[in-house]
Each structure stands twice: as structure tokens, then as C-alpha cells.
């Protein structure tokens, strides 16, 4: 059977190819952007199959407002993926306090209200699946990304919980933890704090490690395998370097838990 998908930040990166690539297999879209002239062409080639959002998704009025009309229009809503999001960057150090809340606002709270939005419909349905785009730094994290890491370590917190809470409801949740893709994450879309000179080593090494990534459609077979499976995983990481740096960051952590576990018990007062 055909889905129907709600999809946040649809008019590039990951959310432009699986809006379209799931137009292009039969299923039909409800697509939100800040621009809507970013999505006219999806909009016009796929008609009454795609419906354009206008949704800046911090706006929490605004969020549920959406996932209403797209569910009154479709008549039902299979699918809802939080991809709305920007990386940060920026040391600790150099973060105000309006840089972290603009990347909360948009990749913790944004994601929050449009889960909470579609809640109520998946569960009167008696099914749903909502994906969760966090990142592979949302399992370990990365020097000059650390507000970034926060807003995904928070939204892993939050759908861990939620994948739990609404499983009697038939309603699915999956977290998907890319490594890094050709989305213009870290280019037109990025924000980036005022530069302090301590830094500029770490910064300088960051550009020279950068290596070639794979375009954002390699991801959609992927996406698909896990929204038409009856059993899907509550976290998928996408690309071979997202396992790697995801298995050596929780080795890490058992490494040093069993290292310090006579200390650890020691807390037992027994």
C-alpha cells in the first residue's frame, strides 16, 4: 500500500530526495518548507500527490496547525520525519546564548511539536511511524560541534522515551544517525559563532580532514527498508564511517565504565 509521509525540511538535502523519491514510487507528501518557491517544481510536477507547507518549525502554533491540514487533506499520515535542521559551529567557549537557543529551537523543540502534533492522529489510526534525523553525533561527540551534538543527544533522550511510550498505540519510532552526505549541512544552511584564535588549530585540522561524501540519495533505499518494515529499529546509522565512529565511541565508554567499576560500586554502601 501507497504511504503517506509528512516530511520537515523537504526542499533540500535529505528531505528534497526522499520527498522525492517517494513521490516517484507512488506514495504521496505533505513537504514543509521556509520558502515554499524552494519546493514549486515538486509542487508542479506532482500535483495533488505533494502538498507544499509553508512551516518555519519552531513556530509551535505554526507545527501543529501543518501536520493538521496535511492530515485533513491526505486523510491519514503513515509517516512523519523530523529532518528539519542546521548544524552549528562553534567551541564551547565561543557559543552566545542566542546561538543555542536558535539550534535547540530548531532541532530539539521543532522536531518535539510536529511529534507531538502527529501523535494524536497516529494513535487514533492505531498505527504511524515517526522518524527521528539526528546524526552520528548524536551518539559521540565532535569538538566545534558541541551545540549540535546537544540539540541531537536531546532528541535521541526524547524519542528513546517516546518509542516506549506510544508502542501500544502501534505508533513506530526510528532514530536515524547519518554520518556525513553532500545535504549543504555544513554550507548555506550551517551558523557559525564568532571565531575566538585559541581555536583556530582545531579549526584548521577540521578542514584538512574533510573527505568526499556520498549524495543525499544514497540514503533513500535505506529510508525505505526501514519505513516498510513490520519491525523496524528504534536507531539506524547510515554510512560505514557513521558504524565505525559509533561502535569505537561506545567502546570507549564500556572500556572506561569497567575500568573505574570497583570505584562505581564502591557507591553501593553495602
Known sequence: MSKV???????????????????????????????????????????????????????????????????????????????????????????????????LETNFFGALWITQAAIPIMREQGAGHIVQISSVGG??????????????????????????????FGIKVTIIEPAGFDTDWSGDSAAHSGALPHYEAFRAARVAARRQTPPAEATNAALFAVVDDKQPPLRLLLSSPALMLATSAYEKRLAEWQAWADITRSADGI
Do not use: C
Request: overall charge negative; cysteine-free.
Open 5 to 103: 509521509w509528512f516530511i520537515t525540511g523537504a526542499s533540500r538535502g535529505f528531505g528534497r530526495s526522499w520527498t522525492l523519491a517517494a513521490l516517484e514510487r507512488g506514495d504521496r507528501v505533505a513537504g514543509t518548507a521556509r520558502d515554499l518557491s524552494a519546493v514549486a517544481d515538486i509542487a508542479a510536477k506532482y500535483r495533488d500527490a505533494f502538498l507544499p507547507l509553508q512551516l518555519d518549525v519552531t513556530n509551535r502554533e505554526r507545527a501543529f496547525a501543518a501536520v493538521q491540514q496535511a492530515h485533513e487533506y491526505f486523510e491519514r499520515l503513515d509517516v512523519v520525519v523530523n529532518n528539519a535542521g542546521y548544524g552549528h559551529f562553534g567551541y564551547v567557549e565561543e557559543i552566545t546564548e542566542d546561538d543555542v537557543r536558535s539550534q
Open 139 to 168: 551518539v559521540a561527540a565532535f569538538p566545534g560541534i558541541g551545540m549540535y551534538n546537544a540539540s541531537k543527544w536531546a532528541l535521541e533522550a526524547m524519542s528513546e522515551a517516546l518509542s516506549q511510550e506510544v508502542a501500544g
